[in-house]
């Protein structure tokens, strides 16, 4: 789903999101705390900072964001980068695991 959504699988965040979206779905509260619970705990699995996981996320979604299909962010986000918005790293996490969770077989199809 990253791919499609036009991120890179080369970048750090790629796989930082790859752990966080993992966590979020086994225990959706993960979400309630990104700073203080999600970033340290995707950090010790990949044996760095939260500080450095918090950063290669968003570098990772404004890449995907200027690369990426508007139509398919449009459709996850409500908007686009031609609306000149892009997703908080908690926006995108939480609405990309809601999406995991529960839209998987009625958006982008």
């Known amino acids: ?9 080369h970048l750090k965040g790629y ?8 966590i979020c779905l086994e225990d959706m509260e993960e979400l309630d705390g990104i700073t203080k619970k999600l970033y340290p705990a995707v950090a010790r699995k990949h044996k760095t900072t ?3 996981v918090e950063h ?5 979604i404004e890449s ?3 690369r990426g299909d508007e ?9 686009c ?10 926006e995108f996490i939480a609405r990309m695991a809601d999406y995991l969770l529960h839209d998987t077989t009625s958006l982008l199809s």
Do not use: C, D
């Not at 290669?56 to 990772?60: K, V």
């Open 71 to 79: 139509k398919v962010h449009k459709s996850l986000f409500g908007y």
């Open 56 to 60: 290669a996320i968003r570098h990772a």
């Open 64 to 66: 995907a964001w200027k």
């Open 50 to 52: 939260a500080e450095k």
């Open 81 to 90: 980068q031609t609306e000149g918005k892009r997703p908080t790293n908690s």
């Open 15 to 22: 796989q930082y999101l790859k752990t966080a979206l993992a």
């Open 1 to 9: 789903m990253l791919s499609r959504i036009g991120m890179p699988s």
